[in-house]
């Protein structure tokens, strides 16, 4: 069964940086497209950026410039750079594996998720 375990959540102070992680088991990652998603209390969950087994990315237009999403095929693993951290990021985190294509993006599993809370 396909294992998507987040971890680097946690505090932090209006802009700082964290870095999560998210590490993938029962999967050839190196074939997957991947995403990461964001839900705070009483709001729908949101895309924030993927990364197509070929590397290209796509940000949600209001992170873009603030976050980057990577990938190391070696650790299968992804990862997410945020920088100038907002209060208004504060929200649970999700990986995902995902399906791009030019029209959309299809998720097909989910992560549990780690909480991220900025301060002001």
């Known amino acids: 069964q396909v294992q998507l375990v987040e971890s680097g959540g946690g505090l932090v102070q209006a802009g700082g940086s964290l870095r999560l992680s998210c590490a993938v088991s029962?999967?050839?990652?190196?074939?997957?497209?991947m995403g990461w998603y964001r839900q705070a209390p009483g709001n729908q969950r949101e895309m924030v950026a993927t990364?197509?087994?070929?590397?290209?990315?796509n940000y949600a237009a209001s992170l873009k410039g603030r976050f980057s999403i990577s990938r190391d095929n070696a650790k299968n693993t992804v990862y997410l750079q945020m920088n100038s951290l907002k209060p208004e990021d504060t929200a649970v985190y999700y990986c995902?594996?995902?399906?791009?294509?030019?029209?959309?993006?299809?998720?097909?599993?989910w992560g549990q998720g780690t909480q991220v809370t900025v301060s002001s």
């Open positions: 995902a594996e995902v399906t791009v294509r030019a029209w959309d993006t299809s998720v097909r599993n």
């Open positions: 029962g999967s050839i990652f190196s074939i997957n497209d």
């Open positions: 990364i197509t087994r070929a590397g290209s990315t």
